[in-house]
């Protein structure tokens, strides 16, 4: 999930990425400040309703073109990825598992 120009030395992930949420009605938002010599996969990210929630279809930000070493061409995102997505289904029990 994440670049690094410091050689070996990495720093811890909820360092790495913050993570924030908060949800204003039917829509959740979701944020990430992501450490400025690090980035976060597209393809890594995971959004799944756990329990008693749904969510409406939703786009992904655009990001940025990276070749990786390991994965090839993919999509990164540096710096902050905000993400609002539509609850279509949501109780006070309601759980969202994001990773």
Not at 35 to 45: E, F, N, V
Not at 74 to 84: C, G, S
């Amino acid at each position: 999930m994440f670049g690094n120009t410091h050689g070996n030395q990495f720093i811890p992930a909820d360092q790495s990425f913050r993570f924030n949420f908060y949800q204003q009605g039917s829509q959740l938002m979701l944020s990430w400040d992501i450490h400025p010599s690090y980035y976060l996969y597209r393809q890594q990210i995971r959004l799944e309703p756990v329990v008693n929630a749904a969510l409406g279809v939703f786009m992904m930000p655009t990001g940025n073109r990276h070749h990786d070493e390991f994965y090839g061409n993919v999509t990164i995102y540096r710096n902050d990825l905000h993400i609002t997505l539509p609850l279509t289904q949501a109780q006070n029990d309601s759980q969202l598992r994001v990773s």
